[in-house]
């Protein structure tokens, strides 16, 4: 099992990154997709999530309306768009992959692309 995010970088205040996660050794349409983020001194928080089948995406209200999450079950594909970037987004950014089987929860992480907005 495997989940390779890339994407992330420096960008000013405003700007725009797009991050990807790359999946491969599990059946990634049947899993929800979420991406996590986790700033300096803080907990792992929960930024967006995609279920399986593409629909009903939700968002932390701190980046509502200017983060959109997507997926590409055909290439086993995550996408996070990321505009009107602010310096408090600054984070590693971590893809999730997730389900519940028969009661067994399913949990699969990548290893972080660094976020940095900055002027």
């Known amino acids: 099992v495997q989940l390779v995010e890339s994407g992330g970088g420096l960008v000013q205040p405003g700007g725009s990154l797009r991050l990807s996660c790359a999946a491969n050794g599990f059946t990634f349409s049947i899993y929800d997709m979420n991406w996590y983020r986790q700033a300096p001194g803080k907990e792992r928080e929960l930024v967006a999530i995609?279920?399986?089948?593409?629909?009903?995406?939700a968002y932390a209200d701190s980046v509502k309306g200017r983060f959109t999450i997507s997926r590409d079950n055909a290439r086993n594909l995550v996408y996070l768009q990321m505009n009107s970037l602010k310096p408090e987004d600054t984070a590693v950014y971590y893809c999730?992959?997730?389900?519940?089987?028969?009661?067994?929860?399913?949990?699969?992480w990548g290893q972080g692309t660094q976020v940095t907005v900055s002027s």
């Open positions: 995609i279920s399986s089948a593409g629909s009903t995406p």
């Open positions: 999730n992959a997730r389900r519940t089987i028969l009661g067994t929860i399913y949990n699969f």
